[in-house]
């Protein structure tokens, strides 16, 4: 007789399969220490919050922090800088690795393919510290390697790294450098998902390769895709703030400072945790609301979706 009582077939599946259970244990804990639990912290954005008092013991003060927040002339800027800085960079980047993807897969000679591919794999391993370290060596208004060749053949120097129109191209591009590479790894995983099969009917066929790349693997890819894309639009809002706070200066900050810059600073460096922790908390609810909308989309026009 088949089992009816869901709990007792858990119980079994995990007597069976215990040695596979304690393998997810690390995981599980990773993210119940790391994400689940200081989900309890989030209610300071709603407290004055004293160190001494703890979470619970500090004056309830509702939405105070997010008004103060908000009343403020810097608040919009803060919100401009951000969107414009993610909407630009996923323009620009989010094409590339796919591109990049099939190019990868175009490449007829298995050990050429390997050699490009660990070249363009390798940036991603370049700390961020090292990466604007760069970033002052070859564009330094003065000494840089960049403004150097300008100088030689007669063009002036500009000092990309305090400019504020150069702010966002020095950073999408370097950018570029850094991850395309390893951005590609998933398109590229799911190209060689498509079966062998469909490339013999097509030689057959006689199609060329443009029309293999238009008819078999976009198609193929196209999940794979939407469902990046969706977690792209999921963390516009949560832009790496790393980088941009290391490429700050006082002539750029007009056009760098983001919402997570100003929340370390006022949150971590000036000791405001609960108006820090409210900014934070607006921060990571447009960004759930535009992963739902991103998803809610992409389940209307391709019936593809994270859930």
């Not at 790391?34 to 954005?45: N, S």
């Amino acid at each position: 007789m088949r089992e009816t009582n869901p709990a007792g077939r858990l119980g079994r599946s995990l007597r069976r399969d215990y040695d596979l259970c304690l393998m997810i244990v690390p995981l599980v804990l990773y993210y119940v220490v790391f994400y689940l639990w200081p989900l309890y912290g989030i209610q300071i954005a709603f407290r004055d919050y004293i160190p001494s008092r703890g979470f619970t013991g500090s004056p309830f003060v509702g939405l105070r922090n997010f008004r103060e927040f908000f009343s403020l002339n810097t608040a919009w800027p803060l919100i401009r800088n951000t969107l414009r800085i993610s909407l630009f960079t996923l323009v620009v980047t989010f094409p590339v690795p796919i591109v990049l993807a099939l190019m990868f897969n175009s490449i007829v000679s298995k050990r050429f393919r390997n050699v490009v591919q660990t070249i363009v794999y390798v940036p991603n391993f370049v700390t961020v510290v090292v990466v604007v370290g760069m970033l002052g060596v070859f564009l330094n208004g003065q000494v840089g390697v960049f403004n150097q060749v300008r100088a030689a053949v007669g063009l002036p120097k500009v000092d990309f790294m305090n400019d504020a129109g150069s702010f966002l191209p020095v950073y999408i591009v370097s950018g570029l450098w850094s991850s395309v590479g390893w951005n590609s790894i998933v398109y590229t995983g799911a190209l060689t998902g498509i079966p062998t099969e469909l490339y013999e009917a097509a030689r057959i066929d006689g199609t060329t390769k443009l029309q293999c790349i238009r008819f078999i693997e976009v198609p193929a890819i196209v999940p794979t895709v939407s469902i990046m894309f969706i977690l792209s639009v999921g963390r516009l809002m949560g832009v790496g703030w790393e980088k941009i706070y290391l490429m700050q200066a006082p002539l750029n900050l007009s056009v760098s400072e983001i919402i997570s810059t100003y929340t370390y600073k006022t949150g971590i460096l000036s000791g405001q945790f609960s108006y820090s922790a409210a900014i934070g908390l607006f921060n990571s609810m447009v960004d759930l609301l535009l992963l739902l909308t991103a998803n809610r989309i992409s389940r209307r026009l391709s019936d593809t979706g994270i859930w």
